[in-house]
């Protein structure tokens, strides 16, 4: 397995929470910086949140900082993502990625990432 694979999408409504999971290979995820994307329907695939390959540093979209939270278990080669207080407007296909390079700074781009996860979508509603 080379390609992240994501979990924990689902239904839920607005003002809830989900914990999206990221499972990566070793080769893809140790040292490497790591990222969540999202796409909603008709609109181009956006940044929500990355963070370092120590950890030590995160990075988030304007329309989720204070919500969602960027984490990592290095012993388990795992990414996650923390969403509180969802709103309609996160609705979205949420994909993992892992950065082109090891010990790279975070990448807020798509082109900053070479490894993508199938997505996992996330349905927020009234």
């Known amino acids: 397995q080379v390609q992240p694979v994501e979990s924990g999408g689902g239904f839920v409504q607005s003002g809830g929470s989900l914990r999206l999971s990221c499972a990566a290979s070793?080769?893809?995820?140790?040292?490497?910086?790591m990222g969540w994307f999202r796409q909603a329907p008709g609109k181009e695939r956006e940044f929500v949140a990355a963070i370092n390959w120590s950890g030590e540093s995160t990075n988030y979209a304007d329309s989720v900082k204070g919500r969602f939270s960027i984490s990592r278990d290095d012993d388990k080669n795992t990414l996650y993502l923390q969403m509180n207080n969802l709103k309609l407007e996160d609705t979205a296909v949420y994909y993992c990625a892992a950065d082109r390079s090891m010990w790279g700074r975070i990448g807020t781009t798509s082109a900053d990432y070479a490894y993508w996860g199938q997505g996992t979508q996330v349905t927020v509603s009234s």
């Open positions: 070793v080769r893809t995820f140790a040292n490497r910086a």
